[in-house]
Structures are given as C-alpha cells and as structure tokens.
C-alpha cells in the first residue's frame, strides 16, 4: 500500500522519542572544520556522538557503534584510511552507515574515496545536487563543496544510484528529495539561512544517521530525520535572522522539536 504524507511524517514522532530514549553511540569520521557543531547537533537530537576516526579503532568502534557517519569534507590520509576501515566493518557488522560525499566530481581524491566507499554498501547516501549527480556519473561536480545544480536535476541519478548502491540517497536543497531508487519523496521544509553557516549539511548527516540507528526502514528514517531538521531551522530561523544567532538556535529547536510538530507543519510531497 502507498504511503501518505501522513504516514511519512508519523515515522518522526515514533523515531525522534525512540532516538532520545535509546541515546544511539554515532560514529563519526567527519570534517574538521564542523567537528564541534556535528557532535552538538546529535547531542541536541539526543543521540551520543563518537568522533573517533584514526585506524584501528575506527572499524572496531564501527562494529558495536549503533550508526556511523563517514563524510569526506577533510579527508587526511590516516582519516581516509580509517574511514574504509569503519565502513567495511559496519557493513560486516550490519551497523547503518551514513555516507556523505563532501565535494565529489570536482575534486580527484576525495571522488576516488567516495567511489569505493560507495561500493561498501552505505545504509543512505546524502549529498547536495552536485554531489549526487557526480557520484552517480552524471556530472563533474560542484563549486568546491557548493552545489551548482538543483535538486531536481539529480532525481534521476539518485534515483539510479540508490538501485546501483542500495542506498537511500537523500539529496538536500531548498526541497529535498530522498529516494530508495523506487519510492520519490520531496521534503520542502527548511530555510535559506542553512546555506549561510558551516556545518548545517554534516549535522544532517549525523542527525540521519541517529534515525538509522533506531529504525530498520531505513527511507523512512531519512525521510523523518530531514523533516525533522528542516523544521527545527524554520524554527530556528524565526527569532535568529542572522548567521550566528541561527546556528545557535538550530541546536536549540533540535534539542526542542518533537514528532506532532514535525506531523502538524511537514511539507512533503
């Protein structure tokens, strides 16, 4: 039976409680630059961050780990070494993995890595329209780790690297659009502020990855975890119409949001 909006959106009000009273560990081997503001975004959430990403403890926190998030926005060489490590071993262990191709297509070593690691079967892979697009082959990339495509043109690549990978791809923009290489769903939650700070796509791939860890249908997870974090930023945004103030109430209005007001205000289609 096809699912409605409504049933889309009620998957956040059992997953978002399910995450705060589970606390799920997130691995996370991630960018640099945004290391602190991923760790507060799954706090907020309610899950427990995990920033270990050096070898020989990747793969083994990986196997116990309850979701891993690997994101290529600075990938050191010990890191990129550490990320296969984590990545083979969540698919050894069946620990959901998020994988985030941070500037794929325009930049060769980090396009490499993000084709292997793709090929270690990531539970969801989010990226914007760019990063999609090049990772499925349909494009050289972005303006360095900024799309230059919109979302809709990368529907058919998501839609062919979800049946290529087995991932669910969410690909973000101003809509959303998540997809299992079968099911379509657009998200049009969200504010043009999240473009304005660093950091707001790796929180959302964290934040996904903590849906994963605690529900096994894993499109309804993403689809629930970008609602969810779409919502909190048009929340953050209305008393925070400045960069700095608005990364601070993001993580204000995660740690506040709850599932009947992502159910009463989510926009999808």
């Not at 926190?61 to 550490?82: C, D, F, H, I, W």
């Not at 698919?91 to 396009?111: C, E, F, K, Q």
């Not at 959303?176 to 079968?182: A, K, W």
Request: hydrophobic fraction near 50%.
């Amino acid at each position: 039976m096809m699912r409605t909006h409504v049933d889309w959106l009620q998957s956040a009000d059992e997953l978002l409680p399910r995450v705060r009273e589970t606390q799920p560990l997130v691995q996370c081997l991630t960018n640099s630059v945004t290391t602190n503001f991923v760790a507060n975004a799954l706090l907020a959430v309610g899950a427990s961050p995990a920033m270990v990403d050096i070898p020989e403890e990747a793969g083994l926190l990986a196997r116990s780990a309850g979701a891993l998030l690997v994101n290529l926005g600075t990938p050191s060489g010990e890191q990129r070494e550490a990320m296969l490590e984590a990545a083979t071993a969540a698919n050894d262990a069946a620990t959901p993995w998020v994988l985030d191709p941070v500037g794929v297509g325009a930049l060769p070593i980090r396009t490499e890595l993000a084709q292997r690691l793709a090929g270690l079967r990531p539970t969801v892979i989010r990226g914007n329209a760019s990063e999609i697009r090049a990772l499925a082959g349909h494009g050289a990339g972005g303006k360095g780790v900024d799309a230059s495509d919109e979302v809709d043109d990368a529907r058919s690549p998501a839609v062919e690297l979800a049946q290529s990978t087995g991932a669910v791809i969410a690909v973000s923009g101003a809509v959303d659009l998540i997809t299992d290489g079968h099911t379509v769903v657009r998200i049009a939650n969200g504010d043009p502020l999240f473009t304005k700070i660093t950091g707001a796509g790796c929180a959302l791939g964290a934040v996904i990855a903590a849906f994963a860890a605690v529900g096994d249908d894993y499109l309804a997870a993403a689809v629930a975890a970008c609602a969810a974090y779409g919502i909190a930023g048009e929340f953050a945004a209305h008393g925070a119409d400045r960069p700095g103030s608005f990364a601070v109430a993001l993580l204000d209005s995660l740690s506040a949001i709850d599932g009947p007001a992502v159910v009463e205000r989510g926009r999808l289609s």
